[in-house]
């Protein structure tokens, strides 16, 4: 029976695309004959059920919840989690599991070139955009070592902003603790999609064009909030002076792919919202303004710039 802390009993949402993800992964290529020539011997099983010489690692693997979920469906395992008090919860969850190896180490320094090559790789080291998690170095370094037509799940990401107005002047990811208040002014624009099995830039770089809309504003995170100790009061927050409409931020969204046909916006666990601020303008209902935005994935978030180009 694997552990199960309390924040992963809140975490159903997450777990469960995931789950999903994995067992239509499993159902799509158990008939497939896979190739099993780089095997070194080790990779056998006489489980129908299972992918015939199949491998999939878990990078990142936490308390190894999503090994557990992949465990009926592959011969193989290998969870890799770098954080030594992390790695030894894994170990614990999934030492009864013959098909899996848990391994305490950084990815990076890991040894793919002795293992077979992989049919899948999870990795779940997601957040917002990317940015403070190193999904996309891992991927970068990994992926080279799954088979020709493995896959990696999540298989990608599409990241969305909006204009805003916010009565915080610094980051603030939007979960269950912090409730910033903001007014969304804009439509949504998507500024970018990644597919994990591309090579991807992990320096990044993006003019994002809003137009000003002021409708969008009654969709706004509403005063129904709890507001935080550090907001300001409510009272003198909303946002009109002579006539003019105050913008001072961005909210960017995430929306994980977990592949073709399973995309899921941000839950408690999985990419909550994150306002950014930039320097406040002061524009008019229907003007355009273009903000550069611009931060590395897996930098951390002190990588994020933002930039008001013109109105
Ligand atoms: C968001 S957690 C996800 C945990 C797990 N995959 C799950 O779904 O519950 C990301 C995990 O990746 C681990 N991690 C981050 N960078 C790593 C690296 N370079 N090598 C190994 N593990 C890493 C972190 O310690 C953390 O436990």
Do not use: W
Request: proline share 3%; aromatic share 10%.
């Amino acid at each position: 029976m694997i552990l199960i802390t309390l924040s992963f009993l809140r975490d159903y949402e997450r777990l469960a695309v995931f789950k999903e993800a994995i067992d239509e992964f499993a159902i799509s290529n158990l008939d497939k004959d896979l190739d099993c020539s780089n095997s070194n011997g080790d990779i056998n099983s006489d489980d129908d059920k299972k992918l015939d010489c199949s491998l999939a690692y878990d990078l990142g693997c936490g308390s190894g919840v999503l090994s557990y979920l992949a465990s009926d469906y592959f011969d193989k395992i290998i969870s890799i989690e770098q954080n030594r008090s992390i790695f030894k919860c894994a170990n614990k969850n999934l030492k009864s599991f013959d098909n899996i190896e848990a391994i305490n180490q950084n990815v990076l320094d890991f040894d793919f070139e002795n293992y077979p090559k992989a049919d899948l790789i999870i990795c779940e080291m997601l957040d917002t955009a990317l940015i403070d998690e190193e999904e996309v170095p891992i991927l970068n370094h990994s992926k080279k070592y799954l088979k020709e037509n493995g896959k990696i799940i999540p298989q990608g990401i599409i990241n969305s902003a909006e204009p805003v107005f916010m009565n915080i002047d610094y980051l603030q990811y939007e979960d269950d603790e912090y409730q910033p208040i903001y007014e969304i002014l804009g439509k949504s624009v998507i500024y970018s999609e990644f597919e994990f099995l591309d090579d991807i830039d992990e320096d990044f770089s993006c003019i994002i064009e809003f137009e000003i809309d002021d409708k969008y504003s009654d969709k706004k995170t509403d005063a129904s909030f709890e507001v935080d100790d550090r907001c300001s009061d409510k009272t003198d927050y909303f946002n009109k002076s002579n006539d003019k409409i105050k913008v001072n931020g961005i909210k960017l969204t995430s929306f994980t792919k977990l592949n073709e046909n399973i995309i899921c916006g941000p839950t408690p666990m999985l990419n909550p919202a994150m306002l950014v601020p930039f320097e406040e303008i002061e524009v008019n209902n229907g003007d355009k303004i273009r903000i550069r935005l611009s931060y590395v994935m897996g930098g951390g978030v002190e990588t994020i710039k933002t930039e008001v180009l013109d109105v």
